[in-house]
């Protein structure tokens, strides 16, 4: 059965560095998107991604965060400048039609900012 | 704004007990209701969902109703197994064209034999 994957699954930065964190989508899927959560806290959407371009996002996705669809089979999640509460796990996620609700969730990268 | 509130765990129960996790929610409109399941080390899969008051979705022996009278979404078994234990969340998704789903904490299950 297809499966989004992301890569890696921990990652430990420094404050202030950048990251980047990688997603595979199912490969007919069209919309995508990332959420995070933070330990002990609920998951948070932080934007959706459809025809190239964002096409939502909350409050928490500030100029620090971009995202990319750098080829047809990755879409990336950037983190410019790192900061202490940027501390949670990730997880990427797609659906083929976002009015068909579902949305297919990878196993998630925990990134740890020193 | 939209957002649902989940019972807290962590749960423990014995194998073939009754379970039962509570989820409110507070959206405008009509909301679409979710249950999603974490085993693991895997992603967020969903488990069940009601798109409309009184739906009832069902999967692998787990329920939930769509109440919109008194605005919850309960997830139900009648018998759990070891292979339950995860963690469980509640979402929705609002009806006027917003694409995120809204999560509940995640209530952490574990089954003991």
């Known amino acids: 059965e297809p499966e989004v994957t992301q890569t890696p699954s921990h990652q430990v930065t420094q404050m202030g560095q950048e990251v980047i964190l990688r997603c595979v989508p199912i490969s007919n899927h069209l919309y995508f998107y990332w959420y995070r959560q933070i330990l002990g806290q609920k998951v948070e959407f932080l934007v959706s991604f459809y025809n190239n371009e964002i096409s939502e996002k909350s409050e928490i996705f500030d100029d620090q965060f971009s995202v990319e669809r750098p080829d047809g089979s990755n879409f990336t999640l950037k983190i410019r400048s790192t900061k202490l509460e940027d501390s949670a796990m990730y997880f990427c996620?797609?659906?083929?039609?976002?009015?068909?609700?579902?949305?297919?969730f990878g196993p998630g990268t925990r990134l740890l900012v020193l | 704004g939209d957002s649902v509130t989940q019972m807290e765990g962590p749960v423990t129960l014995s194998e073939e007990a009754f379970l039962t996790i509570n989820c409110t929610y507070t959206a405008t409109g009509y909301p679409s209701l979710f249950w999603y399941v974490q085993y693991p080390g895997e992603g967020l899969q969903l488990l069940l969902k009601a798109t409309k008051a009184d739906d009832k979705g069902s999967n692998k022996g787990f329920e939930a109703t769509y109440r919109k009278e008194t605005t919850s979404f309960h997830l139900e078994k009648g018998s759990v197994q070891v292979s339950d234990s995860a963690v469980y969340f509640c979402a929705l998704k609002s009806n006027f064209g917003n694409e995120k789903l809204t999560f509940g904490t995640g209530t952490r299950l574990t089954i003991i034999p």
């Open positions: 996620a797609s659906s083929t039609d976002r009015d068909q609700e579902t949305q297919y």
